[in-house]
T-cell receptor, first 113, second 109 residues
Framework: EPEVTQTPSHQVTQMGQEVILRCVPI?????FYWYRQILGQKVEFLVS????????KSEIFDDQFSVERPDGSNFTLKIRSTKLEDSAMYFC???????????FGQGTRLTVV | KNEVEQSPQNLTAQEGEFITINCSYS?????LHWLQQHPGGGIVSLFM???GKKKHGRLIATINIQEKHSSLHITASHPRDSAVYIC???????????FGAGTILRVKS
């Protein structure tokens, strides 16, 4: 069964460093998303991406964040200068079309020290 | 006010019991997801529905659009059903999911 895959599963980084979280969405899906979940809190939307551009972003998604689809399969989230409060589980998701079922990856646990 | 409210926050049941988790939302939606999150953190989609009722194995999800309410039922609960169950809605005017806080379910044998 097709699935969304994320790498790495866990990343530890020093405050101020740049990190890139990687996702491979399901191959025929057109819409891609990043969500995050701070420990003990609910899942929050970060950004959605369609047709090689951002279609919607949240207030959380400020200038330190960027997304890219560098080739036909990968979808990445870059955090330029990590802060302690960026520590969270980051989920990638994809859907075939707008407002269809979203499929989630297993998440990347980011720990900023 | 949260756009998506779930109840209860925590639920402990005995194996075999019938379980209901409720979700209310305040915005116009195009669809609603029920998701499951296990202790490892991964999220699995259980249902997406925009009207009526869906059934998959021992899981049943219903939605009442007029009342802005959905329920997830688990029949003949089992300890392996222990997880966090999350309701999330897709706003009518966007494509993102807005999540509830989740219901922590523990089924004891």
């Amino acid at each position: 069964e097709p699935e969304v895959t994320q790498t790495p599963s866990h990343q530890v980084t020093q405050m101020g460093q740049e990190v890139i979280l990687r996702c491979v969405p399901i191959s025929n899906h057109l819409y891609f998303y990043w969500y995050r979940q701070i420990l003990g809190q609910k899942v929050e939307f970060l950004v959605s991406f369609y047709n090689n551009e951002i279609s919607e972003k949240s207030e959380i998604f400020d200038d330190q964040f960027s997304v890219e689809r560098p080739d036909g399969s990968n979808f990445t989230l870059k955090i330029r200068s990590t802060k302690l409060e960026d520590s969270a589980m980051y989920f990638c998701a994809s859907s075939e079309e707008m407002n269809t079922e979203a499929f989630f990856g297993q998440g990347t646990r980011l720990t900023v020290v | 006010k949260n756009e998506v409210e779930q109840s209860p926050q925590n639920l402990t049941a005995q194996e075999g019991e019938f379980i209901t988790i409720n979700c209310s939302y305040s915005v116009g939606i195009s669809a609603l997801h029920w998701l499951q999150q296990h202790p490892g953190g991964g999220i699995v989609s259980l249902f997406m529905l925009s009207s009526g009722k869906k059934k998959h194995g021992r899981l049943i999800a219903t939605i009442n659009i007029q009342e802005k309410h959905s329920s997830l039922h688990i029949t003949a609960s089992h300890p392996r059903d222990s997880a966090v169950y999350i309701c999330a809605v897709i706003s009518r005017y966007g494509n993102k999911l807005v999540f509830g806080a989740g219901t922590i379910l523990r089924v004891k044998s």
